[in-house]
Structure formats: structure tokens, C-alpha cells
């Protein structure tokens, strides 16, 4: 008979490292997904110690274990209706007060418990001195001390995992808090309301507890269980919100552990090290300075080890130039469509791989080191102006490079609410390739006026990200606005291993999903312009183009610069090359797919595609195009990762619809403008 495997479930706050410990247990056996039902991403893997496999499941970082998120309710579901075999819950042993609170939720749920007390060897530099042993007897659970970064004590942990299994050996749970005074009266009134009234597996005590603190889940499941006036009795208690209460007999309970089983050096002396270089990175001005150099360091950095992938773009041309001449015997759809289809659509989805895995090794580095959180603390109260708070600054930042690169960054919001509405919002910020076509058309046909077009841009780049994230929080995705509550992690050294690993893991995250939207995009652009007879002008495309022109008549467009809108769908410099193939400057078909960087014309030819620009457009239809190409549908690579990140086609397929339609009036509203000015 074949035994079931056992399954050990991860707990924490963010920043504990608890992802660490994850991938130092499940190396490469592990898989991510989504939780049935919810967005929230599901960090699933399995390890073997002594001859036995075991499940091991990452829970979503989370404060407390309140029903305020999505979060919160996936990582307290799961530990009282799946109830793992094991719950090792991370703390940070340098961020004692905080990161102990977890700990005091869980004890509530009787759980056989295992503390991971991470990050001793940032706690010792500082000058603290540990009793595991008596922190373990204090709390009623094994304390394991670890500094999974550095793989130190996790064979320990591995010792204390199998030591709670074994019934034997080990059936110690955790001690619960001792409530008195006025919080101890309140609960006994809830408890005798409740009772017999609580559904399982929740007991009636910890039912009591929510309550008390107003937790909205349990709070509607009770009020339909009890009689009107029953619930109306509680009601009456909770009204006045009792949540302060519950939270200091948490804190008085970790202080009392603390004050036993740790030693603290001159607090003086820790802040006086720690903060020296936070009077500058957390200044309200100064600090903002600080982020925004070292942001664009950063971004260079990205942008650097993304090139690396260059030689990679000079031979996929070599693989498809002889996949051209080899193929030549054959029909010439047929070696169009490998070399400029097939070939040049992977190509362009393997790299943008290299660009990805350049964002992820930054964003991990930044997280590491422990800048994130400074970085979210002195941008919360500008990022407050659109509901978002501090962590959706830097995937903005690094949005106005690659939008790709923007909804990628965005793992650092914890969130899913905040960080949802963050992957919507990316799209709106125009990036380096929408610049480079507003420069090229504002300079034919605005000249010395392109500065107050670019100055118009922003100012409406502006106003419609204000007007977008007013819809998504109050429209589409609902929810209690929430404030940036955190605690700065102390400062060390990166570790590279920890970084890789999270790069990896997220890079093998967009090769699953995004990976296939990008190229099978650049695919179905290149076929709808080859089709029928290889020539772009009598192409699928064309006409599609030429069937839109009731559209782009409103705007003052004809087929062809309808035709530069489907190609931006591939990537925004594709427009600049369906602009050159439709007006008779371009190459290849293969430039359509947005592989290569195509340059506008020099010389003679520039002199040549300006005049009959000039003569085929009118300056209020490029003002529009102008518009219409800066708010336009996402290109292909950005769809893809905002596929990847949500794990959802309807906010992929929401998102491309609506930034179709707000292009669309953008346009018109321009055109009709322009036909007052010019």
C-alpha cells in the first residue's frame, strides 16, 4: 500500500525569507500556479530526506492572518482545511517584533509548528544574543535558527521536520497567548454566543478571537448561523472595533518572550549602524534623489546584461537567411513562412528572454539587499495620488523603459489587489520605442513644435493614468484602499545563489506562458501580410487595414497608416517599419514581426519618404497617429507577460480591449481638435 506523502506548509511575513528556504528545500522540483479560484500565485514543490518525499507548499506572504486580502485567506484556509502534516513559519531574528506575530496566530490553530528563526547572522553582526532552546519551551515549538541564504541550518530544519512526525518522538503544540483584562471579558461574551453554533474545522475559541477583531469572513459566516438578536448581541461588541485590543496582548505576549530569551546590545549603538545611511535613503527629498539614481543604475544594468542576448539576434538572421537559401527550390510561401514566420517569431519571443532575465536578476538584487522597501517608503505619498502606494513606483520607472520590464517588476508589490491594478496601469506609460516614432513623425511634420507635442503627450499620459486607476479601484476591481504599513529590513549582502534563483524561477514563469503568446503573434502578423500573393499591399493585412477605414476616417487615416497600427501590435518600432514597406521604403516582411530594429531612411531616401508622407498625411492625422500609436493596444511581448504575471486571459484580453478603445478616442478626439487648429 502506497503511503501518502506527507505535506509541510511554509509560513511568513514578506521579507523573512521564507522563499529562500523554499528553493533551498525544492531546488528545481518545484512548480508555480494559481490557487483554484483565485489569482494569487501558488508556489508548490517536493524534497526528499531519508528516503521519504514530501509536499512542501509556500504560502503567500502574509502579515497577519485576518481576512483583509486574498492573501490572508489562502495562507488561513489552507493551515485549518488542508491541515499540513508540519507548519514551519520563517521569522527574521533581526526583526524579532514584527515577524513573531505570525507566530501568534498560528499558535491559535493548534498546528503541529516548527519557527524557522531566519537571518541569525544579520541579528549577531548586530550584537543579539538567542536561547532557541528557551524560545522554543516560551512558545510551546521547536526553534530552529537558519540563514537559509547561505544553506545554514536547513539540515536541521529537515531534523525537526521529521521529529514532529513522529508521533513518538515529538507531539509538542504550541502555547497560546493568555488573554486578560477587558480582552479576555469581551471574548468569554463571544464565546458563549457562539457556542455550538461554529462550523468546522474552526474552534470555537479562535472563532471568538476573529470576531472580536472584526474579521469580515467569519463575521458573515456566524451571522448566518445565529439567531437575529444572537448576532445582534455580538454586534454590538464588535462594533467598536476591538482590533487594537487583540493585537497588544499579541505584542505584550512577544515582548514577554523576547525579554527572556534574547539579549540586546545598546539599541543605540544597532540604530546608529543600521540607519546611518537611511538619513539620506529615507529622506523625503534627498531620498527621492538617491532612488531615482539608483534606479537608473539599475536600469542600465538591465539594459547591459539584456545586450548580451545581441549576438543571440545575429544568428537567428543567419538561421533564417539560410533557412531562405536552403528552402529556395521550394515555393516561396513556404520559405517566407520559416524563415520570417516561424524562425523570426521565435526569435524575437527567445530575445526578449535575455532583456526579462536582466530585469528579474535586478529586481531580485534590489529586494536582497533590502532597497525595495526604502525605495516603496519615500514614493508611497506620491504613488497615493493614483490609490497605489510605494511598491508600484519602481515597475512604473522601469514601464517608461519596457512596458515588458514594468509588468515584470511588479512582483515586488505583495498585494494582489495593488499589484493588479499595477500590470493594468503599466501599459498607459509610453515606452523608449513610442518615443522614437513620436520624434520621427513630430520632426516631418511638426519641426521646431515637437517639444509642446511631447509636453501634450505627457500631460495626457498623465490624465488618463489618473482616469484608469480611478476605474480599476472603483469600478472593476473593488476593494478597501490600504496604506503602506512595513517595517525596513536591515541591510546585507546580496547573496548570488538567492538571487539566480528567484531570476530563474521567473524566468521559467514567462517561458511557460508569454513565450508562446509573443511568437505566435509574430507569426500571424507575418502570415495575414504575406498572404495571398507575397506582396503587402494586396496582402490580408491590407485589407483588413482597408476594412478598418471607416474607423480611420474619423481620425483622418487611410489604409496604410491603419496598417502601421496592426504592426504595432508586434512591437511599437514595427510601425516605423510598416510605415517604410507601405509607402515603399521598407525590406523585409521579417521587420514587420518587430525582430529587427529598422531604421528609418537616410539621405536621399529620408528626403523622399518625408515628401510623400507630407503629401499623403496632414498634419491633424499625424497629431492623431501621434496619440493613437502612444495610448495604442499593447504590443505582443507586453500581452504576454501581463499574461504570464495574471495567469488570466480575460484581464490580458480586457486590457488589450480597452487600450484599443481609448487609443481610438484619443484619435478622433485629436483629429477633430486639429482640424480647429491647422
Known amino acids: 500500500m502506497k503511503t501518502k506523502q506527507k505535506t509541510i506548509a511554509l509560513a511568513g511575513q514578506p521579507n523573512t525569507g521564507k522563499s529562500s528556504i523554499f528553493n533551498r528545500l525544492t531546488g528545481s522540483n518545484q ?63 533581526s526583526q524579532l517584533e514584527r515577524t513573531l506575530y505570525l507566530v501568534a496566530e498560528t499558535a491559535m490553530l493548534q498546528t503541529k509548528t516548527i519557527v524557522a528563526l531566519n537571518m541569525m547572522d544579520i541579528a549577531e553582526k548586530e550584537g543579539r544574543k538567542f536561547s532557541p532552546e528557551a524560545m522554543g519551551r516560551e512558545m510551546g515549538v521547536k526553534v530552529v535558527p537558519t540563514v537559509a541564504a547561505k544553506n545554514k541550518g536547513i539540515a536541521a530544519l529537515l531534523e525537526a521536520i521529521e521529529e514532529s512526525l513522529d508521533n513518538g518522538k515529538s507531539n509538542i503544540k504550541p502555547k497560546r497567548q493568555v488573554l486578560e483584562g477587558d480582552t479576555l471579558a469581551l471574548l468569554n461574551k463571544i464565546r ?64 514577554k518572550i523576547i525579554s527572556s530569551t534574547v539579549e540586546y546590545p545598546d539599541k543605540k ?43 543571440f539576434l545575429g544568428a537567428v538572421s543567419l538561421v533564417a537567411d539560410g533557412t531562405r537559401s536552403l528552402l529556395a527550390p521550394a515555393p516561396a510561401w513556404l520559405s517566407s513562412m520559416m524563415a520570417d514566420g516561424v524562425i523570426v517569431g521565435v526569435g524575437l519571443a527567445t530575445a526578449l528572454s535575455f532583456f526579462l532575465m536582466a530585469v528579474f536578476i535586478v529586481v531580485g538584487f534590489l529586494e536582497d539587499v533590502g532597497y525595495l522597501a526604502r525605495l516603496a517608503y519615500v514614493f508611497d505619498s506620491f504613488m497615493q495620488g493614483l490609490g497605489l502606494h510605494g511598491k508600484s513606483f519602481m515597475p512604473f520607472l522601469m514601464g517608461a523603459c519596457c512596458n515588458i520590464g514594468g509588468v515584470l517588476a511588479t512582483r515586488v508589490v505583495d498585494t494582489w489587489r495593488q499589484r493588479l491594478i499595477t500590470v493594468l496601469l503599466i501599459p498607459i506609460i509610453p515606452c523608449f520605442a513610442v518615443w522614437a516614432i513620436v520624434s520621427f513623425i513630430g520632426t516631418i511634420f511638426f519641426g521646431v513644435k515637437t517639444p509642446l507635442i511631447i509636453m501634450a503627450l505627457l500631460i495626457t499620459t ?50 511557460k506562458r508569454g513565450f508562446t503568446v509573443i511568437a505566435l503573434t509574430s507569426f500571424l502578423v507575418w502570415l495575414l501580410a504575406y498572404f495571398p500573393d507575397g506582396n503587402i499591399d494586396t496582402s490580408l493585412l491590407a485589407s483588413i487595414g482597408k476594412f478598418l477605414n471607416p474607423i480611420g476616417n474619423l481620425m483622418g487615416f487611410d489604409w496604410r497608416l491603419m496598417v502601421a497600427l496592426i504592426a504595432a501590435m508586434v512591437s511599437k518600432e514595427a510601425a516605423l517599419a510598416a510605415i517604410g514597406i507601405v509607402y515603399g521604403f521598407g525590406h523585409e516582411l521579417s521587420s514587420l514581426t518587430g525582430l529587427a530594429m529598422v531604421a528609418p531612411p537616410e539621405g536621399g531616401e529620408l528626403e523622399a519618404l518625408e515628401s510623400i508622407l507630407m503629401q499623403t498625411i496632414s498634419p491633424e492625422s499625424a497629431l492623431a497617429f501621434l496619440f493613437v500609436i502612444t495610448f495604442s493596444i499593447p504590443c505582443s511581448a507586453t500581452i504576454g507577460v501581463l499574461y504570464s504575471e495574471t495567469r488570466s486571459l480575460k484581464w490580458a484580453a480586457g486590457a488589450t480591449l480597452y487600450y484599443t478603445l481609448s487609443s481610438l478616442v ?4 485629436v483629429y477633430h481638435g486639429g482640424l480647429l487648429i491647422f
Open 666 to 669: 484619443a484619435g478622433i478626439l
Open 269 to 311: 549603538n544597532i540604530l546608529a549602524r543600521r540607519h546611518r545611511f537611511d538619513k539620506i535613503a529615507t529622506h523625503p527629498v534627498w531620498g527621492k534623489f538617491m532612488a531615482i539614481g539608483i534606479l537608473f543604475v539599475a536600469l542600465v544594468a538591465a539594459v547591459s546584461i539584456g545586450y548580451l542576448g545581441m549576438p
Open 192 to 255: 458563549l454566543k457562539v457556542k455550538g453554533r461554529v462550523p468546522s474545522p474552526y474552534s470555537e475559541e479562535w472563532t471568538a478571537i476573529k470576531l472580536l477583531e472584526g474579521d469580515q469572513e467569519i463575521c458573515r459566516i456566524m451571522k448566518d448561523r445565529l439567531e437575529p438578536a444572537g448576532w445582534q448581541e455580538i454586534d454590538k461588541i464588535i462594533r467598536n472595533d476591538h482590533t487594537l485590543l487583540v493585537a497588544d496582548s499579541r505584542y505584550e505576549w512577544i515582548r
Open 31 to 93: 512548480h508555480i500556479g494559481n490557487w483554484p479560484g483565485k489569482t494569487v500565485e501558488k508556489k508548490q514543490g517536493r524534497f526528499k530526506c531519508n528516503g521519504q518525499t514530501y509536499n512542501l507548499v509556500d504560502l503567500p506572504g502574509t502579515y497577519s492572518l485576518t481576512a483583509n486580502s486574498a492573501e490572508e485567506i489562502i495562507a488561513r484556509d489552507f493551515i485549518i482545511k488542508k491541515q499540513p502534516d508540519v507548519l514551519v513559519v520563517v521569522v527574521d531574528a
Open 462 to 511: 498623465a490624465l488618463h493614468l489618473a482616469l484608469t486607476s480611478f476605474l480599476l479601484r472603483r469600478i472593476v476591481i473593488k476593494g478597501n484602499r490600504t496604506g503602506l504599513i512595513m517595517e525596513l529590513p536591515p541591510y546585507h549582502k546580496p547573496n548570488l545563489k538567492t538571487i539566480w534563483t528567484y531570476a530563474w524561477t521567473n524566468e521559467k514563469a514567462y517561458l
